[in-house]
C-alpha cells in the first residue's frame, strides 16, 4: 500500500466533510487498494463521528471517547498504518483531485525525503507562510512571536521561521512542516519515532521534523500542488488560549531539544516575543479602530483655531487663549462623540453617517459653546465658523482618503455585486443562501468555475465579493479563488453543512459563513452601535424614572442601569451555554435574555432565541420587549 491519510477531528463536522470528500477523491486517483483513510475523533459533540459511519463507511474510524490531543489521537492511527508514506491532514482543508498522485511521482527517485510539505491557502485565497519553516532557534522564535519576520518577509535574517528566503513557488529543502499537511515516509517515522505526546497541541510537527532532519532525512517543500487551508478552525483558537498553549509548546521544545544557556534564552526570547506581539496588536487594532476618529478630532481643532484667526476676535484680550482653547476643546468633543455615536469611520464610507456625524457636531458645537460662560467665549461668529467646518471637514477628509487611496478606503455601496463561481447543480442553492443571507438588493452575478466564465464575470465590472462552492473540488476551488481575486475585492470559499462554523448567521436563524460584509444582524458594528444606543437611551430611562415594580424590577435596577451606561452589561443578552453558542457576535453580560427577557428552559430554545436575536436584531422590537417588561 502507498498511502496512509490519518485526519484528526474534533467538532468540525462542516469541515470534515469538506476534508474527507476531497482526500477520497484524490485517493481514487491512487488505484483500488494503494490507499487508505484514518479518521480519528477526539470525542466530538457535533455529529461528527455518526456521519463518517453513516455516510462514508470505508473510512477508517477511530472514535476516542475524550480528547487526548492532536499528537496522541494521530499516533493511534499511525501505529495502525500500512502505506509507504503516511499523511497528517487538518480536519479544516481541502486537497486537489491529483495532489497525491503527483507527491508520490516526485518523491519516487528521491530516496533522501523523509518528509514533505505543500503551499497552503486561506478561505480567502491568500498564501500561508507556515506552508515552510525552519529551525525555531531563540532568535527565529521571538522574531515570528513579535512580529519582527513582517519587516523583511524575505530576509533570512528577519524570518528564518517562515524561511523566508525561500519563495513561495520554489520547490526547495526546508526544515519544518505544518502538521496541517505533514507528509512523511513511514520507515523515517519507524527510525525516529512518532509524535511526542507531551504535545498537546501546536509544536509536535516542528519537533518531529527535527527529529526527521536529525535522522539524516530531508524535508521538501513541493510547491506544484497547492491545498486549500481554512486555517484555525479545527482548534477553534482564541487569542488566549492559544497564546498559553503555544508558550507551553514552545516551552516543551526549548527543553527537549536546547540545554543551558541557550534553552534559557529560547524561554526568555518566547516570553519577550509574546508580550511585544501583545502590545504589537493593541497599538495596530487601536490605529485601525480610531486613526479616523482621531483625524477627525485633529482636523476639528485646526479649524478651531483657524475659526478664532478668521473673525480676530482675540486681538484685544487680556487672556485670548483661554477662550481659544474652550472653542477648539468644544469642536473636538463634539467631533468626537458624533463619530464615534453615528459611526461615520465605519468602512467602507457610508455618505449618510457621516452627514449625519458632521450635522450632529455642527449642532453640538453650538449648544455647548451657548452654555459656556462669557469668559470662555471668543465670539458667535467664531463659533459659527467653526461649526460650519466640522459639519462638511469629515466628508471632505473621506472623499480625499478615497481619491488618493482607493486601494484601503472606499465607499459603500447600496447595490453590492456578488460573483457566484459553482457547479451547475449548486448553484441555484448558493444563490438563493447569498439573497436570504444578505438581503434581496444585490446584484448577483453566478459563473463556472472556469478562466473564461469568471473573466465573462468580470467584464460586468469588479465584484465586491466572490463566493466559491467547495462542492467545486479542491483543484477547481484554487483556481477559481485565484481567478477571483483578479475581479473582486474579497475572495470567499462557502463550505457546505456548517454549523456556525464561520461565525455568520441567516435572517431566520440558520448558520451561514461569515464574509465581509454580513446579514442584518449583530455581526455588523452598525447594529451594534444601535444597540447601545438602545442601552444608553433606556439606562436613563431607569435612572429617571425608576425601576419599575413587578417581576422585573430586579433587572432594571440602578445599579444594572449604571452598569449598562459604562458598557459592562446590555440589556438583552444572549443565554449561551449550548454547543457553538461562542461563536456569537460578542455582548456583555444582559440583565435580561434574547426573546422573552427570561431564561430559556432548554438548550435548544436558547439557541433559538439566540439566534435570532444574533442574526435579525431589531430595535424596535427589543424596545417594545424592555417597556413591555418593565410595567409587568
Known amino acids: 500500500m502507498k498511502l496512509t491519510v490519518v485526519v484528526v477531528s474534533f467538532n468540525v463536522k462542516g469541515y470534515l466533510s469538506l476534508c474527507v470528500s476531497s482526500a477520497l477523491k484524490a485517493m481514487q486517483r491512487l488505484g483500488q487498494g494503494q490507499s487508505e483513510l484514518f479518521v480519528v475523533d477526539n470525542a466530538s459533540v457535533d455529529g461528527s463521528v455518526d456521519w463518517i459511519r453513516r455516510v462514508h463507511p470505508e473510512v477508517q474510524l477511530i472514535a476516542h471517547p475524550k480528547n487526548v490531543g492532536f499528537s496522541a489521537a494521530n499516533n493511534l492511527a499511525i501505529r495502525q498504518a500500512k502505506g509507504e508514506w503516511v499523511l497528517l491532514l487538518n480536519p479544516d482543508t481541502v486537497v486537489p483531485e491529483d495532489t497525491f498522485e503527483r507527491i508520490l511521482a516526485h518523491v519516487q527517485d528521491r530516496p533522501e525525503i523523509g518528509g514533505l510539505g505543500v503551499p497552503m491557502y486561506d478561505g480567502t485565497g ?8 525552519g529551525m525555531p532557534t531563540p532568535w527565529a522564535s521571538f522574531c515570528r512571536l513579535s512580529g519582527a519576520w513582517r519587516l523583511a518577509p524575505r530576509s533570512r535574517k528577519l524570518n528564518s521561521y517562515y524561511f523566508g528566503h525561500v519563495d513561495q513557488d520554489q520547490t526547495a529543502n526546508v526544515e519544518v512542516l505544518s502538521g496541517a499537511f505533514m507528509w512523511m515516509r513511514k520507515a523515517a517515522l519507524d527510525q525516529v519515532g512518532l509524535l511526542d505526546e507531551a504535545f498537546f497541541m501546536y509544536g509536535e ?126 469642536g473636538a ?101 447569498v439573497r ?24 460586468r465590472g469588479r465584484s465586491d465579493l466572490v463566493l466559491v462552492a467547495a462542492s467545486l473540488g479542491g483543484a477547481q476551488c484554487l483556481e477559481a479563488i485565484r481567478l477571483g481575486r483578479e475581479h473582486a475585492e474579497d475572495v470567499r470559499i462557502v463550505p457546505e453543512d456548517l454549523l456556525l462554523a464561520l461565525g455568520g ?85 444582559g440583565a435580561l435574555f434574547a426573546g422573552t427577557g427570561d431564561r430559556a428552559p432548554n438548550s435548544e430554545e436558547a439557541r433559538r432565541l439566540d439566534l435570532r436575536h444574533a442574526s435579525d436584531f431589531g430595535w424596535m422590537r427589543d424596545l417594545e420587549l424592555l417597556m413591555n417588561l418593565r410595567m409587568d
Open 126 to 133: 491568500a498564501w500561508l507562510p507556515e506552508s515552510k519553516r
Open 505 to 589: 448567521l441567516r435572517r431566520d436563524g440558520a448558520p451561514t459563513a461569515n464574509l465581509s460584509w454580513g446579514a442584518d444582524g449583530l455581526g455588523r458594528k452598525d447594529r451594534l452601535r444601535t444597540k447601545r444606543r438602545l442601552d444608553v437611551l433606556w439606562a436613563s430611562v431607569v435612572l429617571i424614572f425608576g425601576p419599575g415594580r413587578g417581576k422585573y424590577a430586579a433587572a432594571f435596577s440602578r445599579s444594572n442601569a449604571w452598569h449598562v451606561l459604562q458598557g459592562r452589561m446590555t440589556w438583552i443578552g444572549f443565554h449561551g451555554g449550548w454547543e457553538g453558542s461562542d461563536r456569537l457576535p460578542l455582548l456583555a453580560k
Open 205 to 330: 510537527d516542528i519537533d518531529l521534523s527535527i527529529r526527521i532532519v536529525n535522522g539524516g532525512w530531508v524535508n521538501c517543500y513541493y510547491s506544484e500542488t497547492p491545498i486549500v487551508h481554512f486555517k484555525g478552525e479545527s482548534t477553534k483558537k482564541g487569542s488566549l488560549s492559544y497564546v498559553r498553549v503555544f508558550h507551553n509548546a514552545m516551552r516543551i521544545f526549548s527543553e527537549k531539544h536546547f540545554a543551558g544557556g541557550q534553552a534559557r534564552a529560547m524561554r526568555w526570547m518566547i516570553r519577550l516575543g509574546i508580550r511585544l506581539r501583545a502590545v504589537s496588536a493593541f497599538v495596530h487594532g487601536a490605529v485601525q479602530r480610531h486613526s479616523l476618529t482621531v483625524a477627525d478630532v485633529a482636523l476639528s481643532a485646526l479649524l478651531g483655531f483657524a475659526a478664532v484667526g478668521l473673525h480676530g476676535a482675540t486681538t484685544e484680550m487680556d487672556h485670548p487663549w483661554i477662550p481659544t482653547v474652550s472653542l477648539v476643546a468644544v
Open 436 to 459: 436570504s443571507s444578505y438581503g434581496s438588493a444585490l446584484e448577483v452575478n453566478v459563473v463556472g468555475p472556469t478562466q473564461g466564465a469568471m473573466a465573462r464575470g468580470g467584464n
Open 333 to 433: 468633543v463634539s467631533t468626537w462623540w458624533s463619530g464615534r455615536w453615528f459611526g461615520s469611520s465605519d468602512r467602507p464610507f457610508h455618505r449618510l453617517r457621516i452627514l449625519m456625524a458632521g450635522s450632529a457636531a455642527s449642532v453640538s458645537v453650538v449648544l455647548i459653546y451657548s452654555l459656556l460662560p462669557e469668559s470662555l467665549r471668543v465670539s458667535r461668529l467664531a463659533a459659527s465658523f467653526l461649526a460650519v467646518f466640522v459639519a462638511f471637514c469629515p466628508m471632505v477628509l473621506r472623499f480625499f482618503l478615497v481619491a488618493t487611496r482607493p486601494s484601503r478606503y472606499r465607499w459603500k455601496i447600496a447595490r453590492p455585486k456578488v460573483t457566484v463561481a459553482a457547479p451547475k447543480h449548486a448553484q441555484d442553492e448558493l444563490v438563493q443562501w
